[in-house]
């Protein structure tokens, strides 16, 4: 058995859309009633869980969901301007000779998705793209994808920077790759236990091949 699919998280994995994001967050902080964030305060932010995150902002529940819409649809503007993380492009297309299918799993929006993908020349690095607005909800549509595509959860990867993409690989049975260069420290990360914690793109391609070696 062998690894035949790898699920990519899209911000803070592929796209450098941590600034981005964070400057549309603070723009909008009167009109939803949370807290702006302060340089200062973004390097201990990325020491917290994601549900950790939403607690500290101070942003109620019910505008959560508005919020989170608001900031994809005002990051479309912005696309231009963001960047694919050094070395992801080389390390993408190394993998792609590994493994039968990769893809995208993301809480972004399939319009801004694209729209860099076009921009960074990688639309035809992936097999498919799926997008979940739920935050804490990717592990169903991992579930899916496996059921209809009838690939095992062992045969499966999912790679993301968040504490939620480790949650949700686990939920799914699948290999956690969790990534340090996104949005989540090191630190936080490893409180959750990933079946492999790595700190640049190439060291995917070594926790690939180490995984079809021990399949």
């Given at each position: ?133 739920a935050l804490f909800s990717k592990s169903r549509v991992i579930k899916k994808?496996?059921k209809q595509e009838r690939i095992a959860p062992s045969e499966s990867v ?32 490893e409180q959750y236990q990933p079946d492999f914690l790595i700190h640049q ?15």
């Amino acid at each position: 058995m062998t690894i035949k699919v790898i699920f990519f998280d899209f911000d803070g994995t592929i796209a450098d859309t941590l600034h981005s994001i964070v400057g549309i967050t603070n723009r909008l902080a009167v009109e939803f009633g949370h807290k702006p964030i302060s340089t200062a305060e973004i390097a201990q932010i990325k020491n917290l869980s994601s549900r950790q995150i939403i607690k500290q902002s101070g942003i109620s529940i019910l505008k959560f969901p508005l919020l989170v819409a608001r900031v994809k649809s005002e990051l479309n503007a912005e696309i231009s301007k963001i960047q694919p993380f050094p070395e992801i492009k080389e390390t993408l297309l190394e993998l792609r000779k590994r493994v039968d299918k990769v893809g995208i799993l993301s809480s972004n929006s399939k319009d801004n998705i694209f729209a860099f993908l076009e921009l960074n020349d990688m639309d035809y690095f992936f097999d498919f793209i799926y997008t979940e607005a739920a935050l804490f909800s990717k592990s169903r549509v991992i579930k899916k994808i496996l059921k209809q595509e009838r690939i095992a959860p062992s045969e499966s990867v999912y790679v993301g920077d968040e504490t939620r993409d480790i949650e949700a690989a686990k939920r799914s049975k699948v290999t956690a790759i969790a990534v340090s260069w996104g949005f989540n420290s090191a630190a936080a990360l490893e409180q959750y236990q990933p079946d492999f914690l790595i700190h640049q793109p190439a060291e995917l391609i070594a926790a690939i091949d180490k995984l079809n070696t021990s399949c």
